[in-house]
C-alpha cells in the first residue's frame, strides 16, 4: 500500500487531511508490529522444532553406532565386513549432519530473533513514546488555544501579552514534538526495508548454505552407498544360493541315517544279495556288516550248506548307486561297484528306509535322470564330456549370450532328461544336435551344470578344495589372485582343460552383462557350488559356499591373466591362515573429531570482502572474531573440474576474515577411486592394489561466529553524526554483516555462478544509488 508522505510543513498547518494521513501512518505501524511478533513466534517455532529434529535424529544415530553384528562361520567375505561396519558409516554421517544442524540453532537466535526484536525496539518503541509526546502536546496546545481564545479583550495589556507569550510557546512545543513525530514515522517506515527483510535473508541463507553442506556430504556418500549396496545384493545372492542346500541338509539331518554318516558308526543288518548259482540267478540272504573308514562291507551268510562251511565274504566299495525301478523286478534294489568283482553287486534292502540307510552310509548315488550314465567311468572327463561341454557352450554363445537371466533360469526336468538320455546313449554318443527346435537355452543351460554336478569329483577336485578356501578367505586381494592362480596349475590336466574352457565360456557370456544382467558375482553364484562342493557336507561347508562363489568370480575377473601363463613360482607360497582381526571395510571417509578456533577478543579483526586488513589489529575499535572454519570434505567421486576452480592455487587458503583455516586430515574411503585432483599426491596403496588419493589442498566453510564481520559499503558516503535512533557509531547493520557473512561462506561452497551473479546484482544497486 502507498501512502502520501508526510511534509514537515503540513505540521505547522495540522490540517485535517494531515491528521488523516498521519492516521493511516499510525495503522501501518501497528500493523507491521503484529507482523513482527507473529515473525518472531514463528521463528521461535522454527528454531525449536529444528533442534527437537536434530536431537532425535542424533538419538537415533547414536542407537545405530552401538549395535554390532555377529555372524557364523570362521571368515567374514569383504562384503559382510562392509555391511557389520555399515551402521558405525550411517551413525557417523548423522552426527556429522546434525552437528552443522546444531551450529545453525545455535546462531538462529542471533540471525533472526534478537534483530527483529531490537526493530521492534528501537524503532516501534521509540516511535510510540513520540507518538505520545505528539498527542500530549497536542492536547496541551489546542487546550491553551481555547483558554487563549476565552480571554476577554478588556484584560489588561500585560495579561494578554503573558497569554500570547504562554501559547506560542506550547504551539512551538507542539510544532516540535510533530516535527520529531513525523520524522519518526519516516524513519521507521524507510528502515524497516532492510532491518526486518535482512535478518529473514540472513536466516534463510544460513539453512541453504546448511543445505550446500548437506549435498556435498550426500555426493561424498554416493560411492560408499553404491558399494553398500553392491555388498548387501551380493550378501543376498550368497544367502539364496546356500539356503536351498542348508534347508536340503536339515531335512537330511533329522533322519537317523545321518549318525551313521557323521560320525563313521558301522552300519550293519540283512541284505539279500543277488548271485548266479547253477539253476540261474538266485537271491542269498547275508548278515552284513560296512565299515565307513575303510570302505569295508563284510558279508557273512545266513543260510550255511550242510556239506560245507562258508565263512564271511569281504569286499572293498569303490561306488553305491540306487538300482532304478523298471530295470529290476525287485524292490529296493541297489548295485555296489567294488575292486574284488568286475561287475556290479545287486543288493535288495528290506524296506525302503532302509535302503536308504545303507545307500547314505556307503555314500550312494541316485542315478542320472534314467540317463544312460551308469558306469563310473563315463561319470568322468572323457571324451563324450568334453564334447557335450563343447556343444553346450557354442549353442549357448550362438543363442542365449544374451538371453536375460541365462544360466539363472532352470529348464524343463523332463527335457533336461531327454536331452542326457539322447547325447549320452551308449550306442551312438554325441550324436545330438543342439540346433534343433527340440532344444531352447534354459535345457542346454540346465544340462551342462547338471553334468558337471554329476561327476564323482568336483571340477576343482577334493584334495584342493580346503586350499582354494584359505586363498578365498585372505585379507589381501594379491594374495588370493596367486594363491588362485598357482592352485588352478595344480589341477589334473583334464580338469584344468574343461575348466578354462567354461571359464572362458562365462567371460564370453558375463561381457553382454548389460542385457543378460549375469555380471560375474551373479555367474559365481551359480557355478561356485557347481565347480567347488565339499567333499562332506556340513553347515560348515554350506556357510562356506559363499567362498566358493569368490573363487570362481576371482577366475571369471581375471580369466586371461590365470590361463594365460603358469603363475611365476612352481611351488604356491603358504597360504595365510584365515584372518583374526576384521579387515578394513568401505567407509564414508572418517576423520578425526574437529579442533575449532577459540572466539576471544583478541582475535577480533576487520574484514571488509573478505579479505583481512591488518590495519585494525591494535586493538582500538571493537570488531569482529574469526570464524569458525569447517575442514572441506575429500571427494571421493572425480570432481576435479569443478573442484580445481574453487580452490585457491596455494596449499594454505585464507577464510572469509582473512585467518588461515584450521584443517582436520580425513582419510579416504580405500573403495574411492578417483582421478588425483590439482595439487594433490597419489601413491601406490597396499598390496590390495587400490590407488588412495591424498589431497593437499583443502577447502574451508565458514561457521557463523559471535558477530561477523562488517559488510564493505557499496559506495562511499560521507559520515553522519549519531541519531537517538541509532547510538552504535556505524552506518552498517549488524543483520546486514551477517548476510555478507553468509555470502562469503557460500562462495568457498557453491558454483562460480552464484559469485557472477552476485557482483551482477551489486552492480545493479550501484547504478540504483547514481
Given amino acids: ?96 549432519v546434525e552437528h552443522d544442524r546444531m551450529m545453525l540453532v545455535q546462531n538462529a537466535s542471533d540471525l533472526l530473533i ?40 478588556k484584560k489588561r495589556e500585560t495579561q494578554l501579552q503573558e497569554a500570547d507569550e504562554l501559547l506560542e510557546k506550547e504551539r512551538a512545543n507542539f510544532y516540535e514534538s510533530s516535527v520529531e513525530y513525523v520524522y519518526q514515522i519516516h524513519q521507521v517506515q524507510d528502515r524497516k526495508k532492510f532491518d526486518v527483510v535482512e535478518p529473514v535473508l540472513a536466516f534463510l541463507h544460513s539453512i541453504l548454505t546448511l543445505n550446500n553442506l548437506t549435498v556435498e556430504m550426500t555426493q561424498d556418500f554416493m560411492p560408499y552407498k553404491q558399494e553398500l549396496q553392491l555388498s548387501l545384493q551380493n550378501t543376498r545372492n550368497h544367502y539364496e544360493s546356500t539356503c536351498e542346500e542348508l534347508e536340503e541338509l536339515m531335512k537330511r539331518m533329522k533322519r537317523p541315517s545321518q549318525i551313521y ?15 548266479k548259482r547253477a539253476l540261474g540267478m538266485t537271491w542269498v540272504k547275508y548278515y552284513c556288516k560296512y565299515q565307513k573308514e575303510g570302505r569295508v562291507l563284510v558279508m557273512v551268510p545266513c543260510e550255511q550248506k550242510t556239506t560245507t562251511k562258508q565263512g564271511p565274504t569281504q569286499l572293498t566299495l569303490k561306488s553305491c548307486i540306487r538300482r532304478k525301478t523298471e530295470s529290476i523286478d525287485k524292490r529296493f534294489c541297489f548295485d555296489v561297484e567294488t575292486i574284488e568283482r568286475n561287475t556290479p553287486v545287486t543288493f535288495q534292502a528290506l524296506s525302503e528306509g532302509d535302503r536308504k540307510l545303507w545307500m547314505e552310509a556307503m555314500d550312494g548315488k541316485e542315478p542320472i535322470y534314467h540317463s544312460p550314465i551308469h558306469k563310473q567311468a563315463e ?45 549320452f546313449d551308449p550306442a551312438n554318443p554325441g550324436d545330438v544336435d543342439l540346433h534343433s527346435s527340440d532344444w531352447d537355452v534354459k535345457t542346454v543351460t540346465s544340462a551342462l551344470k547338471f553334468y558337471l554336478r554329476s561327476l564323482s569329483e568336483p571340477l576343482m577336485t577334493y584334495s ?28 589334473p590336466e583334464k580338469n584344468r582343460e574343461m575348466l578354462e574352457m567354461l571359464i572362458k565360456h562365462l567371460v564370453n557370456v558375463c561381457s553382454h552383462s548389460d542385457e543378460n544382467l549375469m555380471t560375474p558375482s551373479n555367474m559365481a553364484v551359480i557355478f561356485g557350488p557347481t565347480l567347488m562342493r565339499a567333499k562332506e557336507e556340513t553347515v560348515a561347508a554350506m556357510l562356506d559356499i559363499k567362498f566358493q562363489n ?21 611351488i604356491a607360497p603358504p597360504v595365510p591362515p584365515p584372518r583374526i582381526n576384521p579387515r578394513k571395510p568401505i567407509t564414508i571417509s572418517k576423520r578425526p573429531a574437529r579442533v575449532y578456533q577459540a572466539l576471544s577478543h583478541e582475535l577480533y579483526q576487520h574484514t571488509e570482502n573478505g579479505q583481512s586488513d591488518n590495519s585494525n589489529m591494535d586493538g582500538e575499535n571493537p570488531v569482529s572474531p574469526t570464524p569458525i572454519q569447517r575442514p572441506k570434505r575429500q571427494a571421493l567421486v572425480p570432481r576435479g573440474a569443478i573442484r580445481q576452480d574453487r580452490q585457491p592455487e596455494s596449499d594454505t587458503s585464507s577464510a572469509g576474515n582473512g585467518e588461515p583455516g584450521i584443517y582436520v586430515s580425513r582419510v579416504p574411503s580405500f573403495q574411492g577411486k578417483k582421478t588425483p585432483a590439482k595439487g594433490a599426491t597419489t601413491k601406490e596403496g597396499d598390496s590390495d592394489g587400490l590407488t588412495r588419493t591424498r589431497s593437499t589442498e583443502k577447502q574451508q566453510i565458514c561457521r557463523p561466529p559471535v558477530r561477523p564481520p562488517e559488510p564493505p559499503s557499496r ?48 552492480t545493479v544497486k550501484k547504478e540504483e544509488f547514481k
Fill in 550 to 570: 569368490i573363487v570362481v568370480e576371482i577366475l571369471i575377473e581375471h580369466c586371461k591373466k590365470i590361463f594365460s601363463h603358469m603363475p611365476e613360482d612352481s
Fill in 715 to 762: 559506495c562511499p558516503a560521507p559520515q553522519k553524526p549519531p541519531t537517538a535512533a541509532s547510538s552504535e557509531g556505524t552506518t552498517t547493520s549488524y543483520v546486514a554483516s551477517k548476510t555478507k557473512f553468509f555470502e562469503n561462506a557460500s562462495r568457498q561452497v557453491g558454483s562460480p555462478a552464484g559469485s557472477s551473479s552476485t557482483s551482477a546484482v551489486t
Fill in 261 to 275: 554318516k557323521m560320525h563313521n558308526f558301522p552300519m550293519e543288518g540283512y541284505l539279500y544279495c543277488q548271485e
Fill in 114 to 153: 534478537k534483530p527483529l526484536e531490537k526493530f521492534r525496539k528501537e524503532q516501534i518503541g521509540v516511535t510510540k513514546e513520540k507518538k505520545k509526546k505528539f498527542d500530549k502536546e497536542s492536547e496541551k496546545y489546542y487546550s491553551q488555544l481555547d483558554k487563549h481564545l476565552n480571554l476577554s479583550a
Fill in 1 to 96: 500500500m502507498v501512502h502520501p508522505p508526510l511534509e514537515f510543513s503540513d505540521c505547522y498547518l495540522d490540517s485535517p487531511d494531515f491528521r488523516e494521513t498521519l492516521k493511516c501512518y499510525e495503522l501501518e505501524l501497528e500493523r507491521t508490529n503484529k507482523f513482527l511478533k507473529e515473525v518472531i513466534k514463528d521463528g521461535n517455532s522454527v528454531i525449536t522444532a529444528i533442534k527437537g529434529y536434530s536431537l532425535a535424529v542424533q538419538k537415533f544415530s547414536q542407537t545405530l553406532s552401538v549395535f554390532q553384528f555377529d555372524f557364523i562361520g570362521d571368515s567374514l567375505t569383504d562384503d559382510e565386513i562392509n555391511i557389520a561396519q555399515s551402521f558405525q558409516e550411517f551413525a557417523g554421517l548423522l552426527q556429522e
Fill in 464 to 491: 584342493l578344495h580346503r586350499d582354494l578356501m584359505c586363498a578365498a578367505k585372505s585379507d589381501n586381494l594379491d594374495i588370493r589372485l596367486s594363491e588362485i592362480h598357482s592352485l588352478t596349475y595344480k589341477l
Fill in 379 to 423: 561319470m568322468e572327463l572323457n571324451e563324450t564330456g568334453f564334447k557335450f561341454v563343447r556343444k553346450c557352450i557354442n549353442y549357448i554363445e550362438t543363442e542365449g549370450a544374451t538371453q536375460e537371466g541365462v544360466y539363472r533360469t532352470v529348464g524343463s526336468n523332463i527335457q533336461v532328461q531327454k536331452l542326457l538320455n539322447a547325447f
